[in-house]
């Protein structure tokens, strides 16, 4: 055999049937079997015989190593997704200050200019910040340990209502030193801002978002002002300002068919102009704003290769080259904010677990509304929802066969793994599980093995394996 283990585990139990086989994949890496067990904190590969005696419960004890491995994985598994409980922790606010944006964007797919232009209320943004820094002071009395204030600014544009960010900010810092505690301001912009407003930003906010989906006939392409004007030059405006200042600069990208061979002289070019703290590429999702534009969703294969040559060429850069949906630490439930226990005001005042709009969720059946803050200033929190939508993150039909369960947790909760979500892998899913399975053979010291899952047809086959998908239970190619 060979096998590759990674376990800080040392008591191990009477051999006896895996009673967690749910929480324990086996996946092909060449000839051999990657298995990996996120909840026992450790991968190991192994070959089809040391697999075949795993599953039959016929271990040979003189193989000391898989002797081991058995054990481990017949264990209760020590690391266990930390579901919220008890009242909202507000874990961070996010203002969705409006719906309405500068730019014409092509595959967006919010309304953009056709949105209404309203914007949040300054009342009610003011009430639910002393609401929060109150709770979160009393917190940190209790604890012990620091409960900085966490603002993120989102929209549409945010920076389109930026007299409103300036008034909230200013407000808030008041209740923060009120309270003794810490605030820190973030937000997601296109970066077309002027200059006044870069040098506002860079002087009170402590990391900014921007998106930037490449060079610039790529970008304005993507991402015009209007018909006649792209946006890459104010964009590129911002990134050289906001890479000079103290805040940390991080840039996200669309990745769409016609770029995604480019990936990595984009994120090079990138990384050599603005040495940003992060990039975060992303594939294009469709639309018919995107069919109308005559843009498409990279292949997820060629998306995932590239992401990965472009990882390994970024490698020593002091740049993270990060994958959203991938979460290299503890296991979680979900990969965004709903569940999180987050707060996201929309504009109408109400209080959300999403930033995505109630249409969105409603078409699929789902509520996650948590609260409100009225007219009248009044907060108002529904727990009875909040532990709906907890729930709702726990329990994936779509994704609990998958070996990505525990990092990917389904992804977009609304838009992938919705209540009668088909049962099957679509463009999502198969790059993300050829960068995860990637990225667990980097981390067990096995990259010459990454080759050959690019190109196994177990990983882009859209019908999940058997009935039980990834798990060691169940092995069929």
Known sequence: ??????????????????????????IPAGSSWLIHAPLHNFNALLTEEDIQEIRSNK????????????QLIQQEPHLKPKQKQGELSDEFLVFVTTRGCNLQCTYCHFDGPTSPQNSLDIQRAKE?????????????????????LRIHFFGGEPFTTFELIKEIVEFTNKEC????????????????????????ISENFHKIILSID?????????????????????????????????????????????TVHNMKSIASNMVKRWQPASIKFEPLTENTLTILAS?????????AKNWYHT????????????????????????????????????????????????????????????????ANGKISIEQSNINEIRELVAKKDKCEDCFCRYSCAGGCHVTHTH????????????????????????????????????????????????????KLTTIIR
């Not at 271990?59 to 058995?70: G, K, P, S």
């Not at 990225?439 to 047809?457: Q, T």
């Open 295 to 303: 843009l498409y969703p990279p292949n997820p294969t060629d998306f």
């Open 1 to 26: 055999m060979t096998a590759k283990l990674k376990t800080q585990k040392k008591n191990f139990p009477a051999e006896g049937k895996i009673p967690y086989p749910s929480k324990v994949f086996a």
């Open 177 to 200: 030193l009120k309270n003794c505690i810490q605030p820190f301001y973030m937000a997601t912009t296109n970066g077309v801002l002027s200059e006044s407003m870069r040098v506002w």
């Open 214 to 258: 490449g060079e610039q006939d790529e970008h304005d392409r993507h991402r015009p002002i209007n018909k006649d004007h792209g946006s890459y030059q104010a964009v590129a405006r911002s990134a050289d300002y906001f890479s000079k200042s103290k805040l940390e600069l991080h840039i996200r990208g669309c990745i769409t068919s016609e």
């Open 128 to 148: 639910i910040i002393k609401w929060t820094a109150k709770r979160r002071s009393q917190r940190q009395q209790k604890t012990k340990e620091e409960q900085p």
């Open 311 to 374: 990882f390994l060429h970024l490698r020593g850069t002091g740049v993270d080259f990060a994958y959203t949906p991938i979460n290299p630490g503890e296991p979680r439930l979900t990969s965004c904010l709903v569940g999180d226990d987050a707060i996201v005001v929309h504009p109408d005042g109400s209080l959300n677990a999403c930033y995505l709009s109630p249409s969105d969720w409603e078409k699929h059946e789902m509520n996650l509304k948590i609260g409100e803050v009225n």
């Open 59 to 70: 271990v040979n004890m003189q193989d000391t190593e898989l002797a081991i491995i058995n």
């Open 419 to 470: 209540k009668g979500a088909e049962y099957k892998y679509d463009d999502f899913c198969i790059g993300t599980r050829l960068i995860t399975a990637s990225l667990l053979l980097e981390a067990i010291g096995r990259p010459d093995l990454i080759s050959s899952i690019l190109d196994d047809n177990y990983y882009t086959d859209r019908i999940p394996k058997g009935t039980q998908g990834d």
